[in-house]
Structures are given as structure tokens and as C-alpha cells.
């Protein structure tokens, strides 16, 4: 080892004595230029390129991998730091020629190109538009922020401009494309890694052509062209949206390897599994893969993410480490303990941490996917107009105080029927087992309605009550979603409007509640289930109203 060091330093030495000797000897024989005659100068001119040839054959060798040629010393330089063509990315020839025939007027051409571009954007000339891209490409192809705007400016802006849903794909396609060119022409760099996973996640799932998009992105439209499957440019092995992006998303971290990313950006894998369960809850499907993709989610964010090491002014920490494990370290380290816990944190709060954390737990118990799929089918029995209270359940505490009560016959045979049933019953099924007429059941039931000892009710307000007094139960015990009615800090509560989609979730749910009891013309309850988070959220109330409105053909009450 000590030899090979050695060995090193000497050629290094005998490198740069080389160098020196040649520079004083070209500088020997300027000075004695002017004493020679012309033709002796020439020769002397001759002399001194060949001269300078040689350490420029040296140094600027290629290098044959292949034949595992390391090449000259600037080649071995590139090599070593990155900066050969071949070392960033896949090379490609006509990219280079142009380069080379434009000299020094590419900066020139670049801009020009890029006056084009807009120019075709704004008068909708997607063809040209197109073409001008790749031209500017092959001009830049190393400068990231090409990639990344123009990857952006495809899938975001030209696609809108779009009239029918499956040309607006094709762009918001071709956006992800280009940047994925980007990325193999440019290995490392992490940030166009990032911008696919963007344009796969949140453009496809969170555009308002979401529903079409997540289709297309399995089937694409272009049936002839890929026989009834997706384009396996974006989506090779045929997978959901989010978890196409999710591999994107921790490309980036791989790739950003001195971790030069934010925290809240590096935490995109998991964030992309959290985005993959809740919208396979918002398109109806409850089954056994969403709940499974709720505890994936919690894996991710506590046991990948959650362990990564990010390097602060006092060492090294992981946002699962808890009190204990940081005074450790920080004895370890003879740093102060506190120091440690402010940064870990502000790391925590930054990404929101134990808000998704303690969501991710909570969703991925069988009970609130039950709980999820009962409010999903009410509010489509409400869209159907199946609000009318066709069952009958006894009042609370009615059945218990059955036999204390002064009942006609028929009441309390009636009564007996309805407290005998776990569930509700239709007044057709009452009808059948009471033996009764149906005249006379209805008259019985009324009565008892009459003095609050039944309470008739719709099939889309059980699965809603049902739903809603499942998550309150649920909710008291994550008091990090601020849903808990603990009284939060204003940190807490800042955090948790971040992320309030949870939050909005709910008061939908209590709004199409309440909707039906107006519907009904019965008054609302002054104890109902997750009333605590309809008083405590009423700055949200008013978006959710917008929304609920809209999506029921509603006109909106007057402010």
C-alpha cells in the first residue's frame, strides 16, 4: 500500500517536472527567436509544436474501456469526476455533431430555439412545438433545467390546451416521456427523476380527467396501437399510477446520494403509497389490496423513510428515533440532548410526520375500511334519491324500558318485533312478522314514532351514522389528527391543515348526514357522532359545502 503511494507521488512529481522543463525551454527559445534567421525560426515553430503535441497525445488519450485502456490524464479526470459525455448519460451522436459544427454560436441557437418554442405554445403549434423541443435538447442536453421545465410545460400546460380527454393524455404522456429521456441522458441527475414521478402521480391521479387518466394509464386509448394495454413507455409493467411513480420517487433518493434534497421531498416514495390506498378508496374499492396498501404505506413512512439518516449540525438522526435513543447518541457524541430532539422535530414537522404516520395506522384497520365503504355506499344511495326513511329502529334506551311502559297490545307487540331484530326493519318485514294488516302496522308504528319510542330512518343514514360513529372511536385514539377533540397547539393545528384531506373527508360525511335529516324535515340531533370535528372545523365547512353542492346539482346557499 505504502509502494503503491509511493509509487504515485514520484509519476506525479515526474508529471509536473515535465511540464516545467517543457514551459522554460519554449520560453528559452522565444527569447532567442528574434537572433535566429527565418528559416531557422520556422523550424524552430515546427519544433515547438510537435513539442507541444506530445504532452497533448499524453494527456487528452482516450480512454478504451473495453480494452481497459484508461486513457490520458484528462481523460482519467473526466472519468474520475463525471464530466465525459459518456459519464453522464447515454450519448447521442447527432447531439454532438451539431455542438461541434455550431462552435461557439450554440448558447445563440439554444435561445433563439427557445423564443420558437413559446412562440409555437402560444399559437397552439404542437408540431412544431414538439420539434423545436427535441431540437433544443440536442443542443442542452445536459442542462437539467430543460428537461425539467419542458417535461413540466407538456404535461402541465400544453395538455390543457387540449379539447378532447384522450389528446390531453397524449401530451400529459409525452411530458413524462421526455423527462425520462432526460434521465438517461443525464444519470445523476436526481431532480428529473423527481419531475417523472410528478407528472406519473399527481398529474394522472390528481388532475380533474383523474378518473380517465388512471384508466388510460392501464388501457391506453390508443387500443389499435397497444392492443387494449398501456403504453409501455410510461408504464412497462403495467401498474397503478402511484406505484409507477413510487419507483420514480425512489429513483430520486438513490440517485441524490449526499441527500442534497429536501426532507419532504426524499419522503415521496411513501407519500406516493399513501396517495395509492386513499384513491382506490375514493373509486369504491374496499377491499382486502387497499387495506394491504394502507399498511404498506405505514411500512414505508415508519420503517424506510422514517430510518433514513440525515446529517445535521450535531450528527446524524432518523426521524423514528425516539427520547432514548437520542440521548444516546447524544452521549455518544457529548452533544446536548436537546439539540437532537428540536432538530429530529423539525425534521418531523416539516414532512408532517406523525400526522401521516398515525393516519397510515388508523387506515389500515379492517374496521375503518368497513367504516369508509359504508359512507361511500350512503352517499350513492343519497346521489340515487334513496333518502327516505323506510326502516324503523328503536329509540335509545327504548327496549330496556319496554316492560316499564303503558302499551296497547298492538304497540307492544309491534315493539317487541322491532327490539328483537339487530338491525332495523322495513315496515314490510314488521308487516310479515306481526301477522298484522299493513294499514294497521303503519298506524302502530306512527304512534310509537309519535311518542319517541321508534325512530324512522333511510338506509344511507345507517351506513352513515355507522360509518361516522366508527371513526370517532378510532379518532380518539390519534390524537395527531387533530380529530380527537383534544385541544391541539398551534403547531399541531398548523400541521394538521396541511394535510386536511382526512379532515374534509369527514364533514362531507356528517354534511350528507345532515342533508338527509333536512331532507326529512327532521331537526339535527344535538349529539351526533364527529360533532366535536364539525364545530371545531368550520373554516373548512364552507369549501366542503361548495363541493358537496356541486356534486349533487345543487344550487349553493346564499353566504
Not at 389499435?224 to 412497462?236: A, H, L, M, T, W
Not at 416514495?269 to 384513491?279: E, G, I, L, N
Not at 314490510?428 to 324512522?456: C, F, P, W, Y
Request: some cysteine; proline content about 3%.
Amino acid at each position: 500500500m505504502i509502494l503503491a503511494d509511493m509509487t504515485g507521488l514520484v509519476q506525479d512529481y515526474l508529471f509536473d517536472g515535465l511540464i516545467l522543463v517543457g514551459l522554460i525551454a519554449i520560453l528559452v527559445v522565444i527569447i532567442f527567436l528574434d537572433h535566429l534567421k527565418s528559416r531557422q525560426r520556422k523550424l524552430a515553430y515546427l519544433g515547438m509544436m510537435v513539442a507541444l503535441t506530445i504532452p497533448i497525445i499524453y494527456l487528452g488519450m482516450p480512454s478504451t474501456p473495453s480494452e481497459g485502456q484508461e486513457g490520458g490524464e484528462l481523460a482519467q479526470l473526466r472519468t474520475e469526476y463525471k464530466l465525459g459525455e459518456s459519464t453522464l448519460g447515454d450519448v447521442d451522436p447527432a447531439s454532438s455533431t451539431m455542438n461541434l459544427v455550431l462552435l461557439g454560436f450554440r448558447g445563440i441557437a439554444a435561445s433563439m430555439l427557445w423564443l420558437d418554442a413559446k412562440h409555437y405554445q402560444k399559437t397552439k403549434d404542437w408540431t412544431n412545438l414538439n420539434e423545436t423541443v427535441k431540437s433544443i435538447i440536442q443542443l442542452q442536453p445536459h442542462f437539467k433545467e430543460v428537461w425539467s421545465f419542458q417535461g413540466w410545460n407538456l404535461a402541465f400546460n400544453v395538455s390543457v390546451e387540449m379539447d378532447a380527454v384522450e389528446d390531453r393524455f397524449f401530451w400529459v404522456k409525452e411530458g413524462a416521456k421526455f423527462c425520462q429521456d432526460g434521465t438517461r441522458r443525464n444519470r445523476d441527475a436526481h431532480k428529473i427523476y423527481w419531475d417523472v414521478g410528478r407528472i406519473k402521480g399527481f398529474k394522472i391521479g390528481q388532475s380533474d380527467e383523474w378518473e380517465y387518466y388512471r384508466k388510460f394509464f392501464v388501457i391506453d386509448p390508443d387500443v389499435e396501437r397497444f392492443n387494449g394495454g398501456p403504453d409501455r413507455e410510461i408504464n412497462p409493467d403495467e401498474l397503478d399510477n402511484y406505484l409507477e411513480a413510487k419507483r420514480w420517487f425512489q429513483r430520486h433518493n438513490d440517485t441524490d446520494v449526499h441527500k442534497r434534497a429536501s426532507v419532504n421531498r426524499r419522503s415521496y416514495p411513501a407519500r406516493a403509497q399513501f396517495d395509492y390506498a386513499s384513491t382506490r378508496q375514493r373509486e369504491g374499492k374496499f377491499d382486502e389490496t387497499t387495506r394491504l396498501g394502507w399498511e404498506q404505506a405505514y411500512e414505508d413512512w415508519t420503517q424506510k423513510f422514517g430510518q433514513e439518516r440525515f446529517m445535521t449540525n450535531a450528527g446524524e438522526l432518523f426521524l423514528e428515533a425516539t427520547d432514548g435513543e437520542l440521548e444516546v447518541m447524544a452521549k455518544e457524541r457529548k452533544v446536548d440532548v436537546e439539540v437532537l430532539k428540536n432538530r429530529r422535530d423539525s425534521y418531523r414537522q416539516t414532512c408532517n410526520y406523525n400526522f401521516w404516520k398515525a393516519a397510515a395506522k388508523m387506515e389500515s384497520r379492517p374496521e375503518i375500511t368497513q367504516a369508509h365503504k359504508n359512507i361511500f355506499e350512503a352517499k350513492h344511495l343519497y346521489k340515487q334519491g334513496k333518502t327516505s326513511p323506510s326502516l324503523v329502529r328503536p329509540a335509545v334506551d327504548f327496549c330496556s324500558r319496554l316492560d316499564d311502559l303503558t302499551l296497547t297490545n298492538d304497540q307492544h307487540a309491534i315493539a317487541k318485533i322491532i327490539c328483537a331484530s339487530q338491525e332495523p326493519l322495513s315496515r314490510q318485514e314488521i308487516v310479515k312478522k306481526s301477522g298484522m294488516t299493513s294499514t294497521a302496522t303503519n298506524k302502530v308504528i306512527a304512534e310509537l314514532e309519535e311518542d319517541n319510542h321508534v325512530q324512522r330512518v333511510s338506509k344511507a343514514q345507517l351506513l352513515l351514522e355507522s360509518g361516522m360513529l366508527t371513526f370517532e372511536r378510532q379518532l380518539q385514539n390519534a390524537p395527531e389528527l387533530g380529530l380527537s377533540g383534544r385541544v391541539l397547539t398551534d403547531d399541531e393545528a398548523e400541521l394538521v391543515n396541511k394535510d386536511r384531506d382526512h379532515i374534509e373527508a369527514l364533514l362531507e360525511a356528517i354534511l350528507y348526514w345532515r342533508s338527509i335529516h333536512e331532507l326529512n324535515g327532521r331537526e339535527i340531533p344535538k349529539t351526533y357522532p364527529l360533532k366535536s370535528v364539525w364545530d371545531s372545523s368550520q373554516e373548512l365547512v364552507r369549501n366542503v359545502k361548495r363541493q358537496f353542492y356541486r356534486e349533487n346539482g345543487m344550487a349553493a346557499e346564499s353566504e
